[in-house]
Each structure stands twice: as structure tokens, then as C-alpha cells.
């Protein structure tokens, strides 16, 4: 999995759609002065990956994430955050059975090598008759996570814009860190805290590892 | 299971130790299980003594040198289980400049596996990143991201 | 006694009002008595809108906005009953630099009565402080004082 | 009461004697790379105020804060901090009842005026005959407050010298928020934390100043 975008709508001070872009590798640094909601980026990615606790989230109640108004704004009905990942090893499984043939189809038909979409194609339908149209080795499979918030507390998940149970966004990212000990997401101020927490506390980050 | 817990304890251990090096400048880093009746039970003790000190409890080490410790123990977790992205809120704040030096690196390091998110105050974290956003109210109460830079090309509003 | 505390409360009230406008560059902040059967038990609620913000709980505020109410709750204390000194540790450590800056001001003007002992990593609070100390570890593990600037004449090492 | 000198010798990472000079009044900062000793000087003056608690100094047991040695340094025996105050009050008290008195003198004898000492001397010996030796508007009363603990638990504090009781020091700083609730020593990390402890906890510092 890598990371493409992460998108926000009326999520705390987030009240119009916004969003990041990443290349799936490397640092992006978010920076502006106290108070302009850098931290509330940090809170939406928590939120997404299914954050039960509100006051993780700094908040009194889980309607704390919602967009509350301004002196010029109305508050919003509704909380919106999107997760867009690149499912790197999606292509990986359904080729492996089919892999070994094709390989054997591209000796006969021309030359081989990843990432020659069209040549592959070719030689595919020339001998075997089946055909992969995603199998293109540029196209991975996007993945998209979201969740939503009404006032009126309704609250779903959605995955690739299906609504779907917490359950399944958290298989999804089993054994990345990003489970409810995530080791993944270090909030303001928590990084002097975690060797001061007890002994047995500290067992829980390595477990959510193992 | 424990066999699991083991084995990740293990091999976090052997990470730990290179990436306290690494984030001290020398010194050792190292964790050990706490006596428990029962080894599920069992806690985890760290132990870290920065260049040139002797080997102590980590409550008698400064303010900095615990976020540091934190910081190694965290990408020692990291290297063993990479995650898709990762997130740091301004940890670099009890830093001095040369510890900075040492966290950008090693974040750089790791990043081609994993995108790291970086919040920071630190001039000197934001030029170890190629890519930079800014968040804005110029409208009270009403966050905006702007992208400063983006490996170098040119800024874009980042709305739709 | 409780007379005492309640005309210090007041007292103290209206100098928060007036030091978070000062740090803040505008806003509105209050300290509030909760509710209580007896008055004595009483806690303080805070009350912190800053410049451009609906009035809110302190809990929604960033980590800048809580560091920088807490500093001028300190300093409307401080009004009231100043100290012969005053150590401030890292408080800078959260903020962006145009806090820092309304925050030495602040200890600037409050400077005369009382000596502030600023322990800080930021160059912007060093510049504002007309005297400095450097801590070094050249032996490891021991440290030593010398003084770096003293109001603009010769640094001398500060030992025996 | 203002400021003078900081000295500490065998507190913590300080093993050599060393001392801060201070003028009463202004900024002085205090800077460093992490772990050189910066916060160990907050915790001197801490300490040497009276506080009882290890683990506000950051340690397990009073013993943490005696040096411990280092590869080339054996452990000392004893930690110990003074803190030179001006008590800018004391030539209020004695002078009040005569200073009225001594006003009336020098309009027969010279120059009125504050800080005019030798004019001050020759007039009130011409007519009243009393002698006030530490009168001298430029003398002081200096002040030293000193803790000291030993290896063996043993622990005394001093007051110019002579050794006294907690409470004597306490009283010293009745009401100037150096006392046990101190807001006049801000520990690192603790800033972020004021805010959000309980109401009731948040009292305390109004208490402290009332
Ligand atoms: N539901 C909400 N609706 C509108 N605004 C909100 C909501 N929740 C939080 N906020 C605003 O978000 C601001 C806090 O943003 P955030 O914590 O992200 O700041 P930050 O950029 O991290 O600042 P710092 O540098 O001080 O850490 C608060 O001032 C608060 O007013
Ligand atoms: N009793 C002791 N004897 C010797 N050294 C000690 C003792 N107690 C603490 N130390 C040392 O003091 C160091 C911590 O110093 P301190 O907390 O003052 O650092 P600092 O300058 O505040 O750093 P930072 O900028 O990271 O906050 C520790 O590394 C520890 O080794
Ligand atoms: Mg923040
Ligand atoms: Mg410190």
C-alpha cells in the first residue's frame, strides 16, 4: 500500500473540501503558524483508520469533528475524510497462478520485460485466449477509505465509495502499524511520552507489530 | 501469539540498537523484558545511554534525549514493520539543531518505503523535505492548504 | 481565607483578560469559577477565544494556542504577586515565531521587578535576552557554565 | 528580595562548582545541546526552595540528585545549592521610625536628599547621637538560602550560613509564589499541561497567589 491523497471536507476547520497529494514515497512537511490546523490533518488520518475515541481526538464528543462554524460560516451537517492508497501488490496475486504461463506465452511471441503493457497483450491473446485488462503492469488498484460523520451521529464507513463495516477497512491495514495501537501516527506532544509510560504499556507497541 | 512477540521483540532489538546509534551519534539503545511470572505479562524496560554517559534509568535522562530514544525505538518498530505513511507531530520541537540533523537524515533514509508527514516549526526540518505544505486562515476559523513545494516544481493551490 | 482568594481571583481575572490580548494580538480570555456546593471547592474554567475565533473549549485549542493561554495566565498571576524570579523552561518549544516574539516582549516589560531565567532552544528568545549562559559537556557527563554575552560586554567562564 | 547568584557543586551533572550571576532583574537565557545540564539548573533552584518530591526532580529516590559519576569521574558525596537573594526590604524596616526623625536633622544641618550617605552620617551625629552602621542607602542585607544532602540520606538547610529549618526558608518566600504550588518555576514539558489539568487543580495557583 502507498499513500496518493488524502482528502478533507467539513472536518474541524477543514469546512471546504481540501486536499494532499503524495508520490507514495518520501518526507511532506506541513507547516503554519499555531492554531491554523496542522494538527487537524494528523486527527483526520486517525479518524479515517477508524479512531473510536474522542478524546484522542482532542474533542468532548465525536460531533467535535465536524465543522462547528465560524462568525461568517455556518456549521456543516457533515464530516467527510478520504484515504486514495495505491494497492502495490494488487496486480501480485491474481497474476501468480497465471504468471508462470504467461512468461512462457512472451518467450514464443517477443520480448519480455515488465511494464510493456501493449506487447503483453498481444502475445496473451495469441496463444491462452484469456484476458486481464488491469493486468497492465502500470495500473495498480486504487483504494479508496473514507468515513463520514453526520449531526445527527449517523456515522459510515466506505470502501472504494461502498459502505462497508470498520472491520474491513482495519483488515485491510493489518500488521501496517496503523491498527488501533498504531505506531504509525505520533500526535503533538507524544513523543516525550512514550518512554514514560509503564513498562507493560510499552509491551503494546511491539505487539502490534508482531 | 508469543512465539510472534518473541521473534519481533528480537529482531526490534537488534533495529534499536542501530538506530539509537545512528540518532545519538554513538552511545547504545537496548530494551529488555521485565521479570513476570507469566511472560505475557512481562513489560518492557529501555535502556539507553548517550555518547559519553553512563548507562541509566531513561526518568534521569533530559528532555530531549527521551524524544530522541523515543524517536529510535519508533523507526526500530518501523524498520521491522514498514507502514504505508507515517505521521510526526512536531517531534523535532525538544531538538537542538544537530539532533535535527541526525532525525531528517534518518527519516530520509526510510522514506523510500514509507511516506513520512512531517508537522514541524523547524526551518531546518522543512529543508530536509522536497515537498511542502502550507496551512492558512487568512479567512478566520478557515484552514486552506497551499503547496509551497513540490520536489522543487512549481506551488498549486491544493483545493478543488 | 476565602475573602483573600476571591479579590485575588478578580483581580487576577482582569489581568488575563489583558495578557491574552497581549499575546494573542486580540482575542478574549477568562477564567470562570465551575459550579459548587461549596465555593471552596470550586475550580477555575478557562475561557479562550483567539483573534477571529468562536469562543471554545480549551481542549480544541492547538498545542501553540493552550502553551500561549497557560503563559498569560501565568503572567496575569505574576501581576498580581510577582516573584523575585522566574524560570521558564522550553515554553517557547510549541510556538511559531510570531508568538515567540510577542512573548519576549511581554517578559521584557515585566523584567524590570522580576529576573527571568529563559532556558530555550529558539534564536529568537536568545536574541531577546540581553544576558546569556552556555551549558557545555566538553568532559562528558559534566557540565559547565559560561557566560556567552553579559548585557553586551566580554563573556568570562562562570567558575571558581 | 532580587536575585544575586545561583551556585551549585555535586547537583547532578554539575560536579565542578559553578555559579550564575545575576543584576535583580531582566532576561537572562540559558541554552545548550540537549542533555548538557540546562534543566538540571532549573531543578537546583527547585530543589534548594524546599521540594520534597524525587520525582518533580526527575528521579526515583533525593539520592538521583547527588552527582553519580561519570567514566573518568568517581561519585561525589554531597549535592549542594545556594542562592544569593537582595533583600531590597531590609533597610525599610529599622530606618521607618527613625527616618522621620533623621529628616528633621538634616534640614538644619546640609543637603536633603536619598543616597547622599557621608552628608546623611555627619548630620545625625551632630544632633541626635545614634549611629545606624548598615544605614548606607547602597548596603543591601544579602541573603543566602542553602540546601545540602549527603550520600548517607543525611540532609540540612542553611540560611546565611547557620543551618535552619524548612520551614525558616519557607517562610522567607511567604507569598511570592516560590512556595510548594510554585507558577514561578515552569518545568520543561509542564506549560502544555497547565490548561489541561483539572479545575480544581487549576485553583491551587490562585491560591498560591492569594
Ligand atoms: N469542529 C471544529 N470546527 C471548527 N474549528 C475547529 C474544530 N475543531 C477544532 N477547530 C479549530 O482548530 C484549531 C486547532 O487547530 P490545530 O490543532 O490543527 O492547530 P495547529 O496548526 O496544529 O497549531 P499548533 O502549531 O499550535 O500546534 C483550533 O483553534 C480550533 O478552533
Ligand atoms: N545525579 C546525576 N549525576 C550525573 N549526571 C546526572 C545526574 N542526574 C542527571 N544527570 C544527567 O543530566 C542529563 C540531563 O540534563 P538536563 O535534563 O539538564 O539536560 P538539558 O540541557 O535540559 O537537555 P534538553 O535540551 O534535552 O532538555 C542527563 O543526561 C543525565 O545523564
Ligand atoms: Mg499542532
Ligand atoms: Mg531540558
Same mark, same amino acid.
Given at each position: 500500500l502507498k499513500l496518493k491523497k488524502v482528502e478533507l471536507v467539513g472536518f474541524k476547520s477543514f469546512c471546504d473540501r481540501s486536499e494532499l497529494l503524495f508520490n507514495g514515497g518520501g518526507i511532506t512537511a506541513i507547516v503554519g503558524p499555531n492554531g491554523c490546523g496542522k494538527s487537524n490533518i494528523s486527527d483526520a488520518i486517525n479518524w479515517v483508520l477508524g479512531e473510536q475515541s474522542a478524546k484522542s481526538l482532542?474533542?468532548? +464528543?465525536?460531533?467535535?469533528?465536524?465543522?462547528?462554524?465560524?462568525r461568517d460560516r455556518q456549521p456543516t451537517g457533515m464530516a467527510e475524510v478520504s484515504l486514495t492508497l495505491i494497492d502495490t501488490d494488487y496486480h501480485e496475486e491474481p497474476r501468480d497462478e497465471a504468471e508462470a504461463v504467461e512468461a512462457v506465452v512472451v518467450m514464443e511471441g517477443g520480448e519480455a520485460g515488465p511494464g510493456n503493457g501493449t506487447n503483453r497483450s498481444n502475445a496473451t491473446s495469441?496463444?491462452?485466449?484469456?484476458?486481464? !485488462?488491469?493486468?497492465?503492469?502500470?495500473e495498480h488498484r486504487e483504494v479508496v477509505v473514507s468515513r463520514r460523520l453526520f449531526r445527527s451521529g449517523e456515522s459510515e464507513y466506505l470502501l472504494n465509495g461502498k459502505v462497508c463495516r470498520l472491520r474491513d477497512i482495519q483488515e485491510l491495514f493489518m500488521?501496517?502499524?496503523?491498527? !488501533?495501537? +498504531?505506531?504509525?501516527i505520533i500526535e503533538q506532544g507524544r513523543i516525550g511520552q512514550i518512554l514514560s509510560s509503564k513498562p507493560y504499556e510499552r509491551r503494546a507497541l511491539i505487539e502490534e507489530a508482531a | 501469539s508469543r512465539q510472534q512477540f518473541n521473534e519481533a521483540f528480537e529482531a526490534i532489538n537488534v533495529n534499536f540498537q542501530e538506530t539509537f546509534r545512528t540518532l545519538f551519534g554513538g552511545g547504545f539503545g537496548m530494551m529488555r523484558l521485565t521479570e513476570a511470572a507469566?511472560?505475557?505479562d512481562a513489560g518492557i524496560d529501555v535502556i539507553a545511554q548517550p555518547p559519553?554517559?553512563?548507562?541509566?534509568?531513561? $526518568?534521569? $535522562?533530559?528532555g530531549g534525549e527521551k524524544a530522541l530514544t523515543a524517536l529510535a525505538l519508533l523507526f526500530a518498530i518501523f524498520r521491522h514493520q514498514p507502514s504505508p505513511f507515517c505521521v510526526l507531530d512536531?517531534?523535532?520541537?525538544?531538538?537542538?539543531d544537530s539532533n535535527i540533523g541526525r532525525f531528517t537524515e534518518l527519516v530520509r533514509q526510510m522514506s523510500p518505503n514509507t511516506q513520512f508527514i512531517v508537522i514541524t516549526h523547524s526551518k531546518k526540518t522543512m529543508e530536509a523535505a522536497p515537498v511542502l505544505y502550507g496551512v492558512t486562515m487568512q479567512e478566520p476559523g478557515i484552514s486552506k492548504l497551499v503547496s509551497v513545494k513540490f520536489n522543487g516544481s512549481q506551488p498549486h493551490a491544493a483545493v478543488n
Open positions: 482532542r474533542g468532548g +464528543s465525536m460531533q467535535d469533528v465536524i465543522f462547528n462554524g465560524t495469441g496463444t491462452i485466449g484469456h484476458r486481464y !485488462p488491469h493486468r497492465d503492469k502500470g500488521g501496517t502499524g496503523l491498527g !488501533p495501537e +498504531s505506531y504509525a | 507469566n511472560a505475557a559519553g554517559k553512563r548507562l541509566q534509568n531513561v $526518568l534521569l $535522562l533530559s512536531e517531534v523535532d520541537a525538544p531538538l537542538d
